[in-house]
């Protein structure tokens, strides 16, 4: 799993993923993978990114791993699933609250993951990593679930972050 090895990211998130009610979400389906694995990788890969832009990586790694901590049901309808787009990450600010204390900082990760979808807009590039990061890791598992049709649009996704945060570095 993405960010095992990494022993100072591990120290960072070991109360989270050692958290009781974090657990649970091991058993909700996502992506086609654990909602538990898709939340590790969002916030493994966003810590790299905010570390070697010597952004506050604590912060990332913490509210990249909770900006889907939320419960469901295990069988919901379309209509819920829909739903649960635009609702999830208010939801998902409410449950870190009542498990973590939360950052402003890392409150606005969790809130704002879905932009454009949703309306929030990221108020801090920390924000802004962790929402390109969950486009691209849904995208990926997205392709993984059905096949080489995404393949494409995950690279195109992928090489235009690249090019944006390279732009944005100068």
Not at 159 to 168: E, K, P, S, T, V
Request: charged share 30%.
């Amino acid at each position: 799993m993405a960010g095992q090895k990494d022993l100072q990211y591990r120290e960072i998130v070991e109360h989270i993923l050692d958290n009781e009610e974090f657990l649970k979400i091991k058993k909700i389906e996502h992506h086609g993978i654990s909602r538990y694995e898709h939340s590790v990788k969002v916030s493994y890969y966003s810590y790299k990114i905010a570390k070697a832009l010597h952004l506050d990586y604590e912060e990332v790694a913490r509210g990249g791993l909770l900006h889907d901590f939320f419960l469901s049901p295990e069988k919901r309808s379309k209509k819920e699933r829909l739903t649960s787009v635009f609702t999830h990450p208010a939801q998902a600010v409410e449950t870190a609250k009542l498990n973590f204390n939360l950052t402003k900082k890392e409150e606005d990760m969790i809130r704002a993951h879905m932009f454009p979808i949703n309306l929030t807009v990221p108020k801090y590039l920390e924000s802004w990593i962790v929402s390109f990061v969950d486009k691209g890791v849904a995208l990926n598992e997205f392709s993984a679930k059905c096949g080489f049709r995404l393949r494409f649009a995950y690279r195109y996704a992928y090489n235009l972050f690249a090019l944006l945060l390279i732009g944005f570095i100068k």
